[in-house]
């Protein structure tokens, strides 16, 4: 209230000075804040999940003084494994929940403006397609992943805290836990897989989705989701090959060719020449050019769009 | 410069068209009434001002093209499409907080003292609200917009009488000023018949009828004719006739009021029997070319 009876003399002062000028306009920011304000999944989902991780980890903590006493007898190799087990879960929980999130919010971030109409009061606001649509893609592109990332860091270290109170209490020694734990480097390894493979290599499939989404009437899902299988299924029948099915494989689990030890993501940046042999892959750049085909298409395509 | 100029413009859906080669010119500071029998054409004709559907032909709004440049356009434009579009999900604060981001010519003060007129809490999202309180709000946020031309489809449609009338009243006494252009198109002919300065007929994507509302009060004129007058009032060729309570109305196009006054009570027409009467010949009309 006192916000507000202070708010008031000086609105109507600034408003008597220059009426009608307001700050510069920044359209891409405060649609990205839509965006958030639509979409509260895209932080409460992982956060859900983290709290859910936390809450497992605290139900099994009391087992932890054994499960050190046990590691403690093991090789480097079966001990470093150990311990780091649960952060790893952690981490992979947390990511399956970033990638069910991106699909979902894909999917629905051009359509669900058209579903509810409300495309025509957003097209009444000097608000080009282009910013609506790359604010979107900034979603699963930037504000996802790094939402992720954090998450993921706040979750294990808040683990490893009450795992080494827990030892402490019960007066081990935590330096085996925390030498083995490396927490700078196992964060760099997170954020790099996350832009490396779930952003830049997985970046056609979500302008493929931002695409259909602003394309398709009804059915989102399966308009997006049928197309790839028909040609995977066409493809095995009448050329008996699988070529197009190897790729979106290839594509989804890490672009194998593009690193140097085959059959192993891109995981680990420590050595330069991964870095330089992902970034100069054709494979990737042929991608982020589809990328950016699609996402041209749908920024025409929510042109020609009204509502449904 | 004129507001909008449109020169042949067209817009087909398949077969159907929708707009058949419409030439149009609305002078700033008019407030235009577009009527029309459904499907004749006119939201179309509003999307194509709008920017929200491609056409053939040529269009300038505010010198601009509004297929190309929707997004510089919409700072000098603003329009309520049709009720109930704001995003339900949203709060009325949030919505103040973006469009004070992103347009440059909202005075959020004066959105701001327009709701305090009304229940609408800033807390509340839209789907908390009722639909004559949706309405409120999106006519609070468009007033609080400095746009040149404002667009109107339907934007009463499905509310209550105290709500439709109070919506006119505050567009006229709090926003239009001899500066601005107001478009509207609405089926409730009577409630904008004295808003207007301008009024337009359109069916089967033309336009049928176009004329100021002066021009209409001078030269249109109805008579509640006296049965044994009936044969001589009929042979001064009135574009159309009706069966009224007590006889005949007969309605003319620029004929003499003293010779009709004689004949029976001489009124004003209202925008409805006008438009029932021009729409009628005009279906007669394509009924005789076919």
Same mark, same amino acid.
């Given at each position: ?92 929980? =947390?990511?399956?929940?970033?990638? =069910? ?62 795992? #080494? ?21 196992? #964060? ?24 259909? #989404? ?45 690193? #140097? ?24 750049? =042929? ?22 | ?290």
């Amino acid at each position: 209230m006192n916000i507000q009876l202070n708010a008031a003399p000086e609105a109507v002062e600034s408003s008597a000075v220059a009426p009608s000028v307001s700050a510069a306009p920044l359209p891409f920011y405060w649609s990205l804040r839509r965006e958030l304000w639509e979409n509260r999944s895209i932080y409460l989902a992982p956060l859900a999940v983290a709290g859910v991780v936390l809450f497992g980890f605290f139900a099994t903590l009391r087992h932890l003084p054994a499960t050190m006493r046990a590691a403690s007898a093991l090789d480097p190799m079966r001990r470093h494994e150990l311990i780091e087990q649960p952060f790893d879960m952690a981490a992979g929980l =947390i990511m399956v929940t970033f990638l =069910i999130v991106a699909v979902f919010y894909c999917l629905d971030a051009l359509h669900g403006e058209r579903r509810d109409r409300s495309i025509l009061f957003w097209k009444s606001l000097p608000v080009s397609d282009l910013t609506v649509v790359l604010s979107k893609a900034t979603i699963p592109f930037l504000i996802l992943p790094l939402f992720t990332v954090a998450v993921t860091v706040v979750t294990q270290l808040i683990m490893a805290a009450f795992g #080494s109170a827990v030892l402490i209490a019960n007066g081990q020694g935590i330096a085996t836990t925390w030498s083995e734990l490396s927490f700078f480097r196992m #964060s760099l390894l997170l954020l790099y897989h996350i832009f490396t493979v779930h952003v830049l290599l997985e970046a056609p499939m979500y302008a493929w989705m931002l695409m259909v #989404s602003s394309w398709a009437r009804r059915a989102t899902f399966i308009w997006a989701f049928v197309p790839p299988f028909a040609i995977c299924v066409l493809e095995k029948m009448l050329f008996n090959t699988s070529h197009f099915a190897l790729m979106l494989l290839d594509r989804l689990t890490g672009g194998m060719e593009a690193l #140097s030890a085959p059959g192993t993501m891109p995981m680990d940046p420590t050595t330069e020449t991964t870095v330089a042999k992902f970034l100069t892959s054709p494979s990737l750049w =042929i991608g982020l050019a589809i990328t950016a085909a699609f996402l041209f298409a749908a920024v025409r395509l929510r042109r020609y769009r009204g509502p449904i | 410069m004129a507001c909008i100029e449109a020169r042949g413009l067209r817009k087909a859906f398949g077969a159907t068209v929708a707009l058949d080669g419409i030439d149009l010119r609305v002078e700033e500071g008019r407030i235009l009434g577009i009527v029309g029998p459904n499907g004749a054409g006119k939201t179309t004709a509003l999307n194509a001002i709008l920017g929200l559907t491609s056409y053939q032909g040529e269009l300038r709004v505010l010198g601009r093209d509004p297929w190309n440049e929707r997004d510089r356009l919409m700072c000098d434009v603003s329009f309520i499409a049709d009720v109930a579009v704001l995003p339900r999900w949203a709060r009325v604060s949030q919505l103040l907080d973006y469009i004070s981001g992103v347009h440059p010519r909202f005075d959020r003060a004066k959105a701001e003292s327009f709701l305090g007129r009304t229940s609408i809490h800033r807390a509340s999202k839209v789907q908390e609200l009722s639909k004559g309180m949706v309405a409120q709000l999106h006519l609070a946020i468009v007033m609080a917009i400095d746009a040149r031309l404002l667009v109107l489809d339907e934007p009463t449609l499905g509310l209550d009488i105290l709500f439709r009338k109070q919506f006119y009243d505050s567009l006229l006494n709090d926003y239009f000023d001899r500066s601005r252009t107001i478009l509207v198109a609405t089926h409730q002919v009577e409630e904008v018949e004295h808003v207007l300065t301008d009024l337009m007929f359109i069916d089967r994507g033309k336009i049928v009828f176009q004329s100021s509302m002066d021009e209409v009060e001078s030269r249109y004129v109805e008579v509640m004719v006296r049965p044994e007058q009936i044969a001589a009032a009929r042979a001064l060729k009135p574009m159309y006739e009706r069966q009224g309570i007590g006889g005949s109305v007969l309605l003319f196009d620029g004929a003499d009021r003293k010779q009709l006054a004689a004949m029976g009570d001489v009124r004003a027409p209202s925008i409805s029997d006008l438009f029932i009467a021009v729409i009628g010949n005009h279906a007669q009309a394509q009924g005789a070319t076919r």
